[in-house]
């Protein structure tokens, strides 16, 4: 009886354990379990360029998430994470191009700018009393503000010698990576190793009892979000190196990201637990996520709702972790045992992981082979019709081809298509096309390719300082001119026009605006009494048209950089729409064809996205193949007004 009771007491003492073990390092078994997953279902994933890969892409987030860490330990929250990253890099690119400022000079401007941004959240927070969210959430937005107006919305060129960070050492080792890693073990040090660190636990834990116990809770808040400015500001120089180019629209949403990484890695949204290690795990489950969704060509629409599922798992495991009593994840709370227990559990768990590449990589060399061509597409957006045109035109021909077509959503976002292609690059696929969200920006994961003897056709765009084996294409300058004088001989010569810009700082928006531009000189009749950005979105597009009715109520043109602006601009006109006011789109959209018959859109400038695709696929796979195709294939635009809308194929 004795020996049943000590065997069932066994038996529960090492089940505990183990329930213990996972809880008090669920990120890490994630971690594990998601590189098993991926490595069964993809030969491509544990290949050594795909590793790299993987850890560059976390490194911008792991970056931010670290600095976001001090800010969630001491139970605060900072959204302005992704805008002062973004802020950082265009005051360097600025300062050091158009200013003519030594370059060490603007580095060091560009980290005080993202410190400075992180004290007044901190002035905000500690002395205004503002919440957090609040605070933050304000400097979203005039970071992101400042950001356009330092650029003009228009992307800068990176100093060359900074650039480097977004390179690698030995050709093998990306730069991104080791900052990465040195950023992470400041962080450790910082919160296992310090006062402030200390400092930030107990504020999270208890600011009343941290205040009472004689801590300086304003100060020590003011230091932690200067951190996190400071972080940001460092994330904000990578990312730009990675693109060769400071994007006043980069990193939008990272905030989230980061956030999301800290909170996978086990610290609490309530303060007072989290650790640097578990930051690195959550980045690098968000990284490992997107790569392998991407090389088992998940659509980008279901990899935002995997990830949404694995932040809410997190946090269910926080709660079930704390109800269980689980050890809380504080850097320098532990003692030695505990910090043993941790280190040989990063031990096993390396040694697993190798022998799980191993196996894996045995399992797939024999099955890598395959004799249908493989093509990836990476769209700068699938959030608008004319580039789900190009979809849909370039997955008709891969079927009637008989070629595997990957497809990709950059969802208007440089530094996630440069993480796409690289994904292409290190998969072994026999083509590429890209429909760059900024010409230069994708220049060094395309370059990348190059060097893969790997070839790219660009597609409606092109892309800056890089080899293309085509270009497949309208031109944008020219549909601006046709659009121009399509609107002066509507309105006979003279009149009041307004201007709906695209999104600030692509190629598309500045190309369609330049040719808009130039074809209205031609008629000095014409005025152009406002121009404002809508995104290309026919929400905005509507808001914006709202808006500039009320103080230009007596236009008679209005000419938008998409047919979803346009379409937007004409339900803001109401009747008006058609009779009084004239509007000219720029696209070819079903939406907007449809609205050209109805006489509601007078024109669109139609570049006929479907045969876009089609052509790309086309060519792609004659380059794939070693055959020649031709250098620029230019796709004719055409103005499609109610008259000729019938005949025109799209």
């Known amino acids: 009886m004795a020996t049943d009771t000590l065997k069932s007491t066994t038996g529960a003492s090492g089940a505990s354990a183990v329930r213990r073990l996972l809880l008090d390092n669920g990120a890490l078994t994630a971690l594990i379990a998601l590189v098993i997953?991926?490595?069964?279902?993809?030969?491509?994933?544990?290949?050594?360029?795909?590793?790299?890969?993987?850890?560059?892409?976390?490194?911008?987030t792991a970056i931010l998430a670290f600095g976001v860490t001090?800010?969630?330990?001491?139970?605060?929250?900072?959204?302005?994470?992704g805008s002062v990253a973004a802020l950082s890099a265009t005051v360097l690119a600025w300062m050091a191009t158009s200013e003519g400022v030594p370059v060490w000079i603007a580095v060091l401007l560009a980290v005080a700018t993202g410190?400075?941004?992180?004290?007044?959240?901190?002035?905000?927070?500690?002395?205004g009393k503002l919440p957090p969210f609040i605070a933050t959430l304000a400097m979203l937005s005039v970071g992101r503000g400042l950001s356009l107006v330092i650029s003009q919305g228009s992307p800068i060129a990176f100093p060359s010698s900074v650039s480097h960070l977004g390179d690698t050492l030995g050709g093998w080792l990306p730069v991104p990576v080791l900052v990465m890693v040195v950023m992470g073990l400041i962080t450790a040090v910082i919160l296992g190793r310090t006062y402030i660190g200390r400092s930030m636990y107990a504020i999270g834990g208890n600011e009343e009892a941290a205040r009472l116990s004689g801590l300086r809770v304003k100060k020590q808040k003011l230091a932690i979000y200067a951190l996190s400015g400071l972080f940001a500001a460092a994330a904000g120089i990578v990312l730009?190196?990675?693109?060769?180019?400071?994007?006043?629209?980069?990193?939008?949403?990272?905030?989230?990201?980061?956030?999301?990484?800290?909170?996978?890695?086990g610290a609490s949204l309530a303060g007072g637990t989290g650790k640097a290690s578990g930051t690195l795990i959550g980045a690098l489950i968000l990284a490992v996520l997107r790569n392998g969704l991407n090389l088992l060509s998940v659509s980008a629409f279901w990899q935002q709702v995997v990830i949404g599922v694995v932040i809410a798992l997190a946090v269910l495991l926080d709660t079930v972790r704390r109800k269980a009593g689980a050890?809380?994840?504080?850097?320098?709370?532990?003692?030695?045992?505990?910090?043993?227990?941790?280190?040989?559990?990063?031990?096993?768990?390396?040694?697993?992981?190798?022998?799980?590449?191993?196996?894996?990589?045995?399992?797939?060399?024999?099955?890598s082979a395959s004799t249908t061509p493989?093509?990836?597409?990476s769209l700068s957006t699938l959030n608008n019709p004319f580039f789900v045109q190009i979809k849909a035109g370039a997955q008709e021909e891969a079927k009637k081809l008989g070629a595997d077509l990957t497809v990709t959503d950059a969802q208007n976002d440089a530094s996630q298509q440069a993480n796409q292609l690289q994904n292409f690059t290190s998969s072994g696929i026999g083509s590429i096309i890209v429909n760059p969200v900024d010409s230069d920006a994708a220049g060094p994961a395309v370059r990348a390719a190059n060097k893969a003897d790997?070839?790219?056709?660009?597609?409606?765009?092109?892309?800056?300082?890089?080899?293309?084996?085509?270009?497949?294409?309208?031109?944008?300058?020219?549909?601006?001119?046709?659009?121009?004088?399509?609107?002066?001989?509507?309105?006979?010569?003279?009149?009041?026009?307004?201007?709906?810009?695209?999104?600030?700082?692509?190629?598309?928006?500045?190309?369609?605006?330049?040719?808009?531009?130039?074809?209205?000189?031609?008629?000095?009749?014409?005025?152009?009494?406002?121009?404002?950005?809508?995104?290309?979105?026919?929400?905005?597009?509507?808001?914006?048209?709202?808006?500039?009715?009320?103080?230009?109520?007596d236009i008679q043109g209005v000419f938008a950089e998409n047919d979803e602006?346009?379409?937007?601009?004409?339900?803001?006109?109401?009747?008006?729409?058609?009779?009084?006011?004239?509007?000219?789109?720029?696209?070819?959209?079903?939406?907007?064809?449809?609205?050209?018959?109805?006489?509601?859109?007078?024109?669109?400038?139609?570049?006929?996205?479907?045969?876009?695709?089609?052509?790309a696929v086309e060519n792609a796979l004659k380059a794939a193949e070693g055959k020649k195709v031709e250098k620029t294939v230019m796709v004719p635009v055409k103005v499609v007004t109610k008259e000729n809308v019938a005949g025109f194929g799209g």
Do not use: W
Request: hydrophobic share 50%.
């Open 374 to 377: 493989k093509l990836g597409l």
């Open 70 to 81: 001090f800010v969630i330990v001491s139970a605060g929250i900072d959204l302005s994470v």
């Open 37 to 60: 997953a991926m490595s069964a279902l993809s030969g491509d994933f544990l290949t050594t360029d795909n590793l790299l890969n993987i850890g560059v892409q976390a490194a911008v």
């Open 240 to 265: 730009a190196s990675r693109l060769s180019s400071a994007q006043p629209q980069a990193a939008q949403g990272y905030e989230l990201d980061a956030i999301a990484a800290v909170v996978i890695g």
């Open 115 to 127: 410190i400075a941004c992180g004290l007044v959240n901190g002035v905000l927070i500690s002395y």
């Open 327 to 367: 050890a809380p994840l504080t850097a320098g709370a532990s003692g030695g045992g505990n910090k043993g227990r941790q280190a040989a559990t990063y031990v096993i768990a390396a040694v697993v992981a190798a022998a799980i590449v191993g196996a894996m990589s045995f399992l797939h060399t024999s099955s």
């Open 565 to 615: 602006m346009a379409l937007g601009a004409i339900k803001a006109l109401g009747s008006k729409a058609g009779t009084s006011v004239s509007v000219i789109g720029f696209d070819g959209t079903p939406d907007g064809l449809t609205a050209v018959k109805a006489g509601t859109l007078y024109a669109s400038v139609a570049q006929q996205p479907k045969e876009l695709g089609r052509i």
């Open 454 to 553: 790997i070839p790219v056709v660009g597609v409606d765009r092109g892309v800056n300082k890089a080899d293309t084996a085509a270009l497949v294409a309208s031109d944008n300058i020219a549909g601006g001119k046709l659009g121009a004088k399509a609107m002066a001989e509507k309105l006979g010569g003279k009149g009041k026009i307004v201007i709906l810009q695209g999104l600030a700082g692509t190629s598309a928006s500045r190309e369609r605006g330049a040719g808009f531009a130039e074809g209205l000189k031609a008629y000095p009749g014409i005025e152009v009494v406002a121009q404002q950005p809508a995104d290309f979105d026919r929400t905005k597009g509507l808001d914006v048209m709202t808006n500039l009715l009320q103080a230009h109520p």
